[in-house]
């Protein structure tokens, strides 16, 4: 289904970020991180809201195995109930599921819910999904692994319908059929923007095809020109057309010079240095990217996420 939502002004590289507390995968938690809790979160998102971030990001697990608790943490909250949360306590910047394994749940579940969270932000959701890759967690809920490519189609084309502007949405698919259901509210935007994540030649054919952008999963900044250029390529074939947000996620910053080892992948210095650096992505074609931020505590992390809306955003663009 061709995309048609644009998201960001055209020819500018937006910027976002994935929040903390929510999500604690060992490969990118600060340890402040394990003792946080909401308020933490809150404060993050709203200093993200006041400095100008474009989006702020959730993620998604409903049940992590105990053979993967050890790599992949333990700790996820559930995404709409925190976006629900952000809704209520921030003003402009939007709203992403990053990413909505949408495939675990009935597609009118998930309209629903999102919906919702689209009515109660006053049309600020982003609707990032996913195929996941969790055999257990697909089993547990009775949803079909070996088949999650071709249900997440299938849910993305669905949620279309579902969260489309019809107060009785019609879809007819293999797996999931509805008709003289009403679901109310109806989102506020017109066509709520869905962002397919995943970097695997399957997933990014659905972006091009199905979304209304993609969501790479940490494509170094090698890899992400062939990406773009497959992605434009396969919309040509197809007679896609209209708006498509190219995304990166970048490699972990620090806005000025750090007291403390960030690690040497980390991009530090001053917001020139780093503006520079990040306005490589633009070059490539990427629409928007994702940002975090190496930090000790709630404290220090609010500062950078200030710093870099104040000094690095500007520089971006120009």
């Not at 989102?187 to 030649?201: A, H, I, K, L, N």
Request: hydrophobic share 45%.
């Amino acid at each position: 289904m061709a995309g048609s939502v644009r998201v960001f002004p055209e020819g500018r590289l937006a910027y976002g970020m994935q929040l903390p507390v929510q999500s604690q995968s060992p490969l990118y938690a600060e340890p402040w991180e394990a003792s946080a809790g909401a308020e933490d979160l809150a404060e993050v998102a709203r200093a993200a809201d006041r400095a100008g971030f474009a989006y702020v990001a959730t993620c998604d697990h409903v049940a992590i195995p105990r053979r993967l608790a050890g790599a992949m943490g333990a700790v996820w909250y559930d995404p709409v109930a925190v976006l629900a949360f952000l809704a209520g306590i921030t003003e402009r910047v939007r709203l992403l599921s990053h990413v909505a394994v949408v495939g675990l749940r009935h597609p009118l579940a998930t309209a629903k819910q999102y919906a919702t969270v689209d009515r109660l932000s006053g049309g600020r959701l982003v609707l990032g999904v996913g195929a996941g890759h969790v055999q257990e967690e697909f089993e547990a809920v009775g949803a079909d692994f070996a088949g999650r490519g071709a249900l997440l189609d299938e849910c993305v084309d669905a949620l279309r319908a579902a969260l489309g502007p019809e107060e009785y949405p019609v879809f007819d698919g293999e797996r999931f059929a509805f008709r003289d259901l009403a679901q109310l509210p109806r989102p506020v935007q017109e066509r709520v923007p869905v962002w397919v994540g995943g970097s695997s030649p399957a997933a990014v054919r659905r972006a091009a095809l199905r979304g209304d952008g993609w969501l790479p999963q940490g494509d170094p900044r090698d890899r992400l020109p062939a990406q773009v250029a497959r992605i434009r390529a396969l919309r040509e074939a197809a007679g896609v057309a209209g708006p498509f947000a190219v995304g990166a996620i970048t490699e972990a910053l620090y806005v000025g010079e750090p007291a403390w080892e960030v690690g040497r992948r980390t991009l530090s210095g001053k917001p020139e240095v780093l503006a520079e650096s990040l306005r490589e992505y633009g070059a490539m074609g990427v629409d928007q990217i994702q940002v975090r931020f190496r930090s000790r505590g709630r404290a220090e992390l609010v500062d950078q996420v200030a710093a870099f809306g104040a000094e690095v955003g500007p520089l971006l663009n120009g």
